[in-house]
């Protein structure tokens, strides 16, 4: 049983470890968030005091500092989530670096840069999979600081709110329904190779070079200005020349980079590296 409750300055320490580790900025306003999460590290540990644990996480074992990633990432994700954006990557998207690729020598890359528990890379997968022309030219790579969220993503079991968006002909041809859950089928996990990287780590970062479209939606939101400049610049280093990044359709890279230019289609902000 945890003893005592977590002091402002234990919660400051955690807080500056979590984002020295992942940019994740936790305000003040969250602090319950971390107290909940951690109790249940804690209680695996039995360890007694939030003291107790951020020493031991000072240790830096590697092992202990994923599994506090796993406690204290959000992970809500859907299928065919923000589908103005999916729209925008089939019709325009993938036609423009086709068309920059047009020797069609190698095949063009496509990374979910924080993946969660699989469904944005697998809609992707989808989507690709109903255009008969794009067979066998993609491969699709999704990454995500969470080792929880990838076993659960290679998994590909899914719940009835995970798939409330996915049109009625797709459930049927690429699940398999029973009770509450919808297993994926195996065509559409094939071309899905999943890595975990985390988006603050330079090392882990050039695992990923030469993308030429990149997904990274919902993320940046938990990361302060520093964090997500860093981010972005090795984005950006990831994106072959002309290659295409989205980010969610609320965030921004106003006052985070230049470099990449933003171009709207339908509503929809795109930038590119041009
Ligand atoms: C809210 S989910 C977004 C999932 C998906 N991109 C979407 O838009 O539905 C945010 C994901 O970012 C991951 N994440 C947070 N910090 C990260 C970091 N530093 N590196 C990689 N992934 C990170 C979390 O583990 C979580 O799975």
């Keep these: 049983m945890v ?6 300055p234990t919660f400051k320490q955690m807080r500056d470890f979590i984002y020295e580790k992942s940019g994740i900025f936790i305000p003040d306003a969250k602090k319950y968030l971390v ?14 005091t939030f003291e107790e644990y951020l020493s031991f996480i000072r240790l830096n074992n590697e092992d202990e500092i994923k599994r506090l990633f796993d406690a204290m990432t959000i992970k809500e994700t859907y299928f065919f989530r923000e589908p103005q ?27 979910s840069a924080a993946c969660s528990t699989g469904e944005e890379p ?20 999704a990454s995500d600081i969470s080792r929880g969220a990838l076993e659960s993503a290679q998994r590909a079991v899914y719940n009835s709110y995970s798939v409330r968006n996915i049109p009625e002909p797709y459930i049927r041809k690429y699940f398999s329904n029973s009770g509450q859950t919808y297993t994926l089928s195996p065509a559409v996990k094939v071309p ?18 030469g993308m030429d479209i990149i997904f990274c939606r919902n993320v940046l939101i938990y990361f302060d200005d520093k964090a997500k400049q860093k981010v972005v610049s090795y984005l950006y280093d990831n994106l072959n020349q002309g290659g295409f990044l ?29």
């Design 3 to 8: 003893n005592a409750g977590l002091s402002d």
């Design 35 to 48: 107290e909940s999460r951690l109790e249940t590290v804690m209680k695996e540990k039995n360890m007694h």
């Design 85 to 111: 954006q999916l729209d925008i990557f089939i019709k325009n998207i993938v036609q423009k670096v086709l068309e920059q690729k047009k020797t069609g020598a190698k095949k063009i890359k496509v990374w």
């Design 122 to 141: 697998y809609t992707l997968s989808i989507m690709l999979k109903e255009n008969p022309s794009y067979q066998n030219i993609f491969e699709i790579y």
């Design 192 to 209: 899905v190779k999943f890595m975990n990287v985390n988006l603050i780590n330079e090392k882990d970062m050039k695992l990923l070079r």
């Design 246 to 274: 989205f980010i969610g359709a609320s965030e921004s890279l106003h006052s985070v980079t230049r470099a990449l230019r933003p171009t709207i289609m339908n509503n929809v902000v795109v930038y590119q590296k041009v």
